[in-house]
């Protein structure tokens, strides 16, 4: 909804809202979905009564299930391409590229951002933080922290998960990387962030 209200400036008028397309790309099994044998699947808002009447045509969120490739066979030639193209852009065939110029031109960015240190670096960092995160949600959830069954283990574990986001932010700020960037990816307050700078 933020996207679509973002596609007229100030002073425009409602009509000329564009239409906009979400799209969700999971690298995990999405539960609601599990029975459903298509890779992307496609929702849109309609009545509950009738599940008939659509409310607008502006409006689409598209969900990509990349598990279910090793499942399931897609007729969509070049999403199966554009989603080998996330999973890996390193082994992708020169085939591909040479027939999918918009590929073509996702890779030429990806590999001038890995060209780059500073983007490496970040890249590097997000990908430690989602490790982290997962593995401290996991780790919750196997010891029965989510039930509340031990304050004192849950307190404990929130301590820790604060300290590896700040681990992560004062290697970002070391890096230059942007503060509201920072802000988004650790959970940590401009405040905080400005104390980890003095140290």
């Known amino acids: 909804a933020k996207k679509y209200i973002e596609s007229i400036k100030g002073g425009d008028a409602y009509t000329t809202l564009k239409p906009t397309k979400v799209i969700l790309i999971a690298n995990f099994e999405v ?37 279910k490739m090793k499942k399931y066979k897609t007729e969509n030639k070049e999403l199966e391409n554009w989603l080998k193209f996330i999973q890996d852009p390193n082994k992708l065939g020169g085939d591909i590229l040479d027939k999918n110029e918009a590929i073509k031109e996702a890779k030429k960015v990806y590999d001038e951002l890995m060209a780059d240190e500073h983007e490496r670096t970040l890249i590097k960092l997000r990908e430690k933080y989602i490790r982290d995160y997962n593995t401290i949600k996991e780790d919750g959830y196997n010891n029965g922290y989510n039930d509340g069954k031990d304050a004192g283990l849950t307190q404990g574990k929130e301590l820790g998960a604060k300290e590896k986001m700040v681990e992560i932010a004062k290697k970002m700020l070391k890096e230059n990387v942007d503060v509201d960037f920072i802000v988004k990816m650790t959970g940590l307050s401009k405040e905080e962030l400005e104390k980890l700078k003095d140290k």
Do not use: N, Q, Y
């Not at 890779?39 to 409006?59: C, M, N, Y």
């Open 31 to 67: 539960k609601r979905l599990k029975e459903l044998k298509e890779i992307a699947t496609s929702f849109e808002i309609l009545d509950k009564k009738t599940g008939k009447v659509l409310l607008t045509e502006d409006l689409e969120i598209v969900i990509i299930d990349i598990t």
